[in-house]
């Protein structure tokens, strides 16, 4: 499989966990999604939240436009629930136009941007594309164990699941 058709796919797979995860948490109750659960970020609220500054504030936009925003890990870039996931659903959707517009050999060159700390960085574009998604995966899979720990139903994320049922919500 090519660099584009791989990632366009990895894309794909991301529009569709998120909307299954942002479907799941519009069940619960204000007070549980904002609720401490022992989560990295605390809340699902805030775990959303952080999803919304480091794949579509840093990363896409460190992808995109070649630069680096400052924006702090746990910022609280929107305190709307549905805002909130608006925002996640439109961002989630721009990489797959993103990724189609990747010239050929981008793919093997790397991706220079400055870390949170003011560090120059450099590193393989292909495989801090795939860190964007993995990230991606690894919250959502936080956020499945609170809904299952607050005894909320959570869907099916698993990778090889949206292979066998791609357009299932």
């Given at each position: 499989m090519d660099a584009v058709a791989h990632f366009t796919q990895l894309a794909r797979y991301n529009v569709w966990a998120t909307a299954r995860v942002l479907d799941a948490v519009r069940a619960l109750p204000d007070g549980d999604y904002r609720r401490d659960v022992g989560l990295f970020y605390k809340s699902i609220h805030g775990t959303l939240n952080h999803l919304l500054v480091g794949e579509h504030h840093l990363w896409f936009v460190r992808f995109a436009e070649?630069?680096?925003?400052?924006v702090a890990l746990d910022a609280e870039l929107e305190p709307d629930r549905a805002r909130l996931?608006?925002?996640?659903?439109?961002?989630?959707?721009r990489w797959a136009p993103l990724i189609a517009s990747f010239k050929p050999d981008r793919w093997n060159g790397t991706l220079d941007y400055t870390t949170m700390r003011g560090t120059a960085a450099s590193l393989p574009f292909a495989a801090?594309?795939?860190?964007?998604?993995?990230?991606?995966?690894h919250h959502r899979?936080?956020?499945?164990?609170?809904?299952?720990?607050?005894?909320q139903p959570c869907p099916e994320l698993d990778f090889v699941y949206f292979l066998q049922n791609p357009t299932k919500p």
């Open positions: 070649g630069i680096s925003p400052k996931d608006a925002r996640l659903r439109e961002g989630a959707a801090t594309l795939a860190h964007v998604f993995n990230h991606g995966t899979g936080q956020i499945t164990a609170a809904l299952t720990a607050l005894g």
